[in-house]
């Protein structure tokens, strides 16, 4: 009894801890993101509260839970209501099967200290939940009353179908590969050096669907220039234009928890996750102990994820909106072929030169 009571808290602690981190990295991103967009266009960005302007996101979360919370007229009110949970809830839930770092030893057991979860099915887990999220964009658009929300709203499901075939394609090479759906067994399929990163690795690198799998997951969040569900100048602000207070920041909240999602999980299926570029670890290699070697893991994960953080801001600074027809063109004609075309040679690969994982 006292052993699943230590065990309820230890996973109870994981929890908050990484809900903790996801929630102060979403804060962080806000800021960094006007500050890169202010970079880039040769501006200053937010200055005015606090010194540079760092305190500016305390100041939208403020703003925004003191905001009048208005629901139209005709809105259907419980359906409105629940759409923000539905697209928040999901994107949280799919942290609990990502290892943000290698597994340890102590006191000579084997412990995962650095995921929630490692089920056998983690992958297919975070793409199921990923899709209920749609719903909640979808259900947002039509609960609203409004002509803008509802074109937002179908903008997004048909944009939700058209990618997430291709994002579930472009893994399928690296499941091949690994021959595992968990994320910890991939990622430790790709340890020892870079060049066994499977966007990389022999028999069959993966850099095409590292292609796809990253422009599709950018259709995938709404981010520019996939983001038509939303499009200022034409929906005003699209699926959620009559959002206002705690349920529009859930709408904000649930956008950022996906983009730091989908820049795991590209780290982990393509870039080795947790794994340095390098065998082994300096850490290791100048104490002569893994003890803390962790500690360099956890570094290389970071770094990777804000990598992607990073090229999401990039792309908004640099690229202009697609046309509807363009994005529909684009995902069906250009990513599907090239999807289905790496899941082909892949398995051919696999077949002919198996690299021995189970």
């Known amino acids: 009894m006292t052993e699943i009571g230590v065990k309820l808290a230890f ?12 929630l102060l990295t979403v804060m962080l991103l806000t800021l960094a993101e006007r500050k890169v967009l202010g970079w880039m266009q040769d501006r200053m960005g937010p200055m005015e509260v606090g010194p540079y302007g760092i305190l500016q996101p305390i100041a939208d979360g403020l703003k925004l839970f003191f905001k009048e919370d208005i629901i139209p007229a005709g809105a259907n009110r419980l359906m409105f209501s629940l759409a923000p949970i539905l697209a928040l809830v999901p994107a949280l839930i799919g942290f609990a099967v990502i290892p943000f770092g290698p597994t340890i030893t102590w ?17 297919l887990y975070i793409l199921a939940f990923t899709s209920i999220g749609a719903y909640g964009i979808i259900l947002g658009g039509w609960a609203s009353n409004s002509k803008y929300s509802l074109l937002g709203g179908l903008r997004s499901a048909a944009q939700v179908i058209s990618y997430e075939l291709n994002v579930g394609l472009a893994i399928v090479g690296v499941l091949l590969l690994a021959g595992s759906l968990s994320l910890v067994t991939i990622t430790e399929a790709q340890s020892g050096g870079f060049w066994h990163w499977f966007v990389i690795a022999w028999p069959a690198p993966q850099l095409l669907a590292f292609v796809v799998y990253v422009i599709s997951s950018v259709a995938e969040t709404n981010r520019v220039p996939f983001d038509l569900p939303e499009a200022e100048s034409e929906l005003v602000a699209g699926f959620f234009t009559e959002y206002s207070g705690m349920r529009f920041a859930f709408f904000f909240l649930a956008e950022y928890a996906n983009m730091i999602l989908v820049s795991c999980i590209a780290t982990i299926l393509f870039l080795g996750g947790w794994n340095a570029p390098y065998p082994g670890t ?13 500690i360099e893991n956890i570094f290389w994960f970071t770094v990777k994820v804000y990598f992607f953080l990073f090229l999401f801001f990039w792309l908004r600074a640099t690229l202009p909106r697609l046309r509807y027809d363009q994005l529909m063109r684009f995902g069906w004609k250009v990513m599907l072929p090239i999807a289905l075309g790496n ?3 892949t398995s051919i690969a696999a077949y002919f030169f198996p690299t021995g994982t189970p």
């Open 11 to 22: 996973a109870l602690g994981q929890i908050a801890v990484v809900l903790a981190i996801v």
């Open 107 to 123: 006191n000579g057991e084997p412990i995962k200290p650095f995921v929630i979860s490692d089920i056998n099915i983690g992958i």
């Open 282 to 294: 300096i850490i290791e290699h100048v104490f002569g102990s893994p003890d803390f070697a962790f």
């Open 343 to 345: 899941v082909v040679l």
